[in-house]
Structure formats: C-alpha cells, structure tokens
C-alpha cells in the first residue's frame, strides 16, 4: 500500500487540533495502483479477442476499426491507463501497450488485405468493357476567352500576333515612345523598377513590343500585340497591379485616320454585334498624333443610360492614334514614306463589360465558383 503524503499531513493536522479522533487507517486512502501483472493480463485477453475476430465485409471491417482502433476503442482506453501505472513501471507498461497498439493495427491492415473491400479493386475483377469515368473538364479563364476572340478578329484582317519581354528596359517602354524624361508615366509610382537593376523595369503597356518589331525595319507591318503589363497602383475593384492588354499597329505607305476608324468600327462590330454604335472622342497620348479614344453604345443599357454607362449611354473601350513621326524616327523608319496607326486596349475592361464582371480582382484569385461560370470552344 502506497500512502499520498498529503493524507499523511491532514491525519496529522487532525490529530493536534483533536478534532476527529478517528483510527489512523480510515484515514490513511490506499490508492490502486495498475500492477503490470494486471496490466499484461488485459493485453492477452485482447490480443486473443482479435485474434479471433472476423471482418469480410466493408461494414465489418469499420466495426472493428471503431471497437478497437477508434477514438473510443479499446486501444485508446487501455492506453489511457498509463497514468495509474506506478512511476518505476511505465517505461516496461509504456512498450507493452504499444506493442498491443502495433498488434491491433497490423491485424486490422491484414484483415483489409484479405476483405472483399479490397478484392473488388484487383485487376482480375477490372472490367475493362465498362464506360469511364467522365472527367472533369477545365474551363478556358474569362481573360483567355475574351483575349482569343479580340485575337481571332484582328488575324481575319491580316495582323500577325508580336511578343516581347515583360522586363523592359527605359527605351523600349518609354524613351522611344516619345515620353519626355519628365513625364509622370515615368514616375516611380506608376512603374515598378527592378531593384538590383534600376536600368530595368516591368513594361507598363505592351507598345515596347511593337517598338521591337519596328526596329527590326520590316515593312509594312501589321501586328496585335497581346500580354500581361504591370503598373504601381493600389489594387481596388478597378484597378490592378498587373493587367492585360492588347495593342495594335499597322505601319504601311499611305495608311490614314479612316483605315484606323475603319479597322477598329470592324473589330467592334464582331467583337459586340452590329447592333453597337462607336464614337471616336479626341484625345493625347505622347506616341500618337493626332489621338482619340473610342466609346461603345452601352451593352447593358442600349444607350438610354445605367450605371455602368454612368448615365452617359456610352462606355471606353480603347485609346488610339496615327504613330507619331518621332516614334517612327526613333525606330529608324522614314517618317515622310511611311504612316500608321497603333490602338491599345485593357482585356480586363472589355471582359467586366462583356460579363458584366463588378470586380477586377476576381481574375487573379483563382476561386473555380468564379472561373467555372465560363466556357468556351476556343
Ligand atoms: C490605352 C491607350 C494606346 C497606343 C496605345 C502605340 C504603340 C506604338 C506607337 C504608338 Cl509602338 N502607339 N500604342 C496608341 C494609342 C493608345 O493605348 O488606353 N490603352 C489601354
């Protein structure tokens, strides 16, 4: 018999105030300790209880799991006995009930091995003239779809698709497109720079691509430029850090402002049905000259005024030009023989039109409630 010396001292106390004069063992509590005897009596018992146990079908196996191996089972609750074995035997009780833990979970993986669960998936029971499983198809991301479509229309009128580097250096993204050094597209804010090498930066738009093909000096030129494109800004639902866009430009003898408003009146016509109306507003970028920016008749409202449209009945799609003599010159090509006209537009914006998309930010999260709205064959 063990004895807590905590009883040992309220004996003690009770006897020096003389309150209960009561024999020394009804006060003394024995405290049953497991034995390892007992210990290894229960473990044999069980051991032959499963050893004896039978599991063919899927419900008997989880029956056994549950009565032996689950958060309840026998395992678990024999284990739990650890902490009334005696300080000097845990170590021998501890090895014991994990041998008998092994032991449980062996016999448990042979019985699985030799169920009918398991027979069923052996290659002798494959049926192979049964139909498969359909899988899950992807889906095309809406950027893709809308991307691919503008693509498709600009090829059927002779463009050819241009790619270049995200990683752009000072010239290519901004000197040559004619940016004074001073221009607020260059500031720090707009641009994200690349610290170990200020020289280079993330294009901001994908004209340096059609700078690159200019300069290679084949002409006449006819090129979409499609890409992603990065800027400083704060992300929101309308704007991005990174965004997609696709540019165009046509560089030949004698082309001319009508060529751009008729090209881009085709390319609105396809891309959103006859139905939709353009307009052509002036404008200013640095690259072209004379510029202008081109409103569709809003796809929501028809025009007669929402929230979208602002109440205005009309909605930009795009910004565009006749190249600036400059931006031809720096290329090295003769601004007196040739002409042309180059377009920009963000792939986002005419999406959220398209779908009626609220939030820019749901292109890059990845959520598949999201991107599984959206199908397409191309
Ligand atoms: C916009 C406006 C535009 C261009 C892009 C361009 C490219 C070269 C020369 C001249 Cl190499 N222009 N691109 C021209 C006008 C507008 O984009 O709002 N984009 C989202």
Redesign the pocket.
């Known amino acids: 018999m063990v004895v807590r010396l905590q009883d040992v001292l309220i004996h003690f106390f009770c006897i020096g105030h003389n309150l209960f004069p009561v024999p020394i063992e009804d006060w003394v509590l024995p405290i049953n300790f497991v034995s390892m005897e007992q210990l290894l009596a229960r473990v044999e018992q069980y051991k032959n209880e499963i050893r004896e146990a039978k599991a063919k079908t899927k419900e008997e196996l989880e029956a056994f799991r549950i009565k032996y191996l689950g958060t309840k089972g026998l395992v678990k609750t024999i284990m739990g006995e650890m902490k009334t074995v005696a300080a000097d035997q845990k170590k021998a009780a501890g090895q014991l009930l994990n041998e008998f833990k092994e032991f449980a979970e062996s016999v448990y993986e042979q019985l699985l091995l030799s169920s009918d669960a398991h027979k069923e998936k052996t290659v002798d029971n494959i049926d192979v003239s049964l139909p498969g499983q359909p899988l899950p198809l992807g889906t095309r991301h809406p950027i893709s779809i809308v991307q691919n479509k503008i693509i498709s229309i600009f090829q059927r009128l002779g463009f050819s698709i241009a790619e270049g580097p995200e990683i752009e250096d000072d010239w290519h993204n901004f000197s040559?497109?004619n940016l004074p050094e001073d221009h607020p597209a260059r500031d720090m804010q707009d641009t994200f720079y690349i610290s170990q090498e200020p020289a280079w930066l993330l294009r901001t738009?994908t004209?340096s691509v059609?700078?690159r093909e200019?300069e290679k000096g084949q002409l006449p030129l006819r090129i979409i430029c499609p890409g992603r494109v990065y800027r400083n800004e704060t992300i929101s639902a309308r704007a991005h850090c990174f965004f997609n866009?696709v540019?165009g430009?046509y560089i030949a003898e004698n082309v001319s402002f009508a060529d751009l408003k008729q090209t881009l009146y085709f390319f609105v016509q396809e891309m959103f049905g006859t139905d939709v109306k353009v307009r052509f507003r002036p404008s200013y970028?640095p690259?072209?000259e004379p510029?202008a920016?081109m409103d569709i008749s809003c796809l929501i409202c028809g025009g007669s005024g929402c929230s979208v449209c602002k109440k205005t009945g009309w909605v930009e799609i795009?910004?565009?030009?006749m190249?600036?003599p400059k931006?031809l010159e720096n290329c090295k090509i003769d601004s007196n023989k040739y002409t042309?006209f180059?377009?920009?537009?963000?792939i986002e914006r005419i999406t959220m039109l398209s779908y009626q998309v609220k939030d820019l930010r749901l292109f890059s999260e990845n959520d598949t409630r999201f991107l599984k709205q959206f199908t397409s064959a191309i």
Do not use: D, K, P, R
């Open positions: 040559a497109l738009h004209s059609q700078i200019m866009q540019e430009l970028f690259f072209t510029s920016e795009l910004g565009c030009g190249v600036h931006v042309g180059a377009f920009g537009m963000g």
